[in-house]
């Protein structure tokens, strides 16, 4: 069973940074075969697409996170990470990893990342 745990979300000031993290388990394939992502969902927002990275390594952002997010991988743990700078208010939301298998979505259970002005 695939599970995703993230963590490293709470509350910054505008300006501030934050890295998240998203530890996966129960798939036993190489990271290098995986294409896992990023989302966020504001109050009463639509879930939306932060940013994504293939299994080689390619990546890319949404709007809102190109120039101010970076997306990693640790192969070694396992580990997908989201480092965020430049934060503002208008970023605060819950973060989800999202990780894509054959079509199927597997999402954590979301990290809150309040900015306060």
Same mark, same amino acid.
């Given at each position: 069973?695939?599970? *995703?745990? $993230?963590?490293?979300?709470?509350?910054?000031?505008?300006?501030?940074? *934050?890295? *998240?993290? =998203?530890?996966?388990?129960?798939?036993?394939?190489? #990271?290098?075969?995986?294409?896992?992502?990023?989302?966020?969902?504001? #109050?009463?927002? $639509?879930? $939306?697409?932060?940013?994504?990275?293939?299994?080689?390594?390619?990546?890319?952002?949404?709007?809102?996170?190109?120039?101010?997010?970076?997306?990693?991988?640790?192969?070694?743990?396992?580990?997908?990470?989201?480092?965020?700078? %430049?934060?503002? #208010? $208008?970023?605060?939301?819950?973060?989800? =990893?999202?990780?894509?298998?054959?079509?199927?979505?597997?999402?954590? %259970?979301?990290?809150?990342?309040?900015?306060? %002005?």
């Amino acid at each position: 069973q695939v599970q *995703l745990v $993230e963590s490293g979300g709470g509350l910054v000031q505008a300006g501030g940074s *934050l890295r *998240l993290s =998203c530890v996966v388990s129960g798939d036993t394939r190489s #990271p290098t075969t995986w294409i896992m992502g990023w989302f966020r969902q504001a #109050p009463g927002k $639509e879930r $939306e697409f932060v940013a994504a990275m293939s299994g080689g390594g390619r990546v890319v952002y949404g709007d809102s996170a190109r120039n101010r997010f970076t997306i990693t991988r640790d192969n070694a743990r396992r580990t997908l990470y989201l480092q965020m700078n %430049s934060l503002k #208010p $208008e970023d605060t939301a819950v973060y989800y =990893c999202n990780h894509r298998i054959r079509n199927q979505d597997y999402w954590g %259970s979301g990290t809150q990342v309040t900015v306060s %002005s």
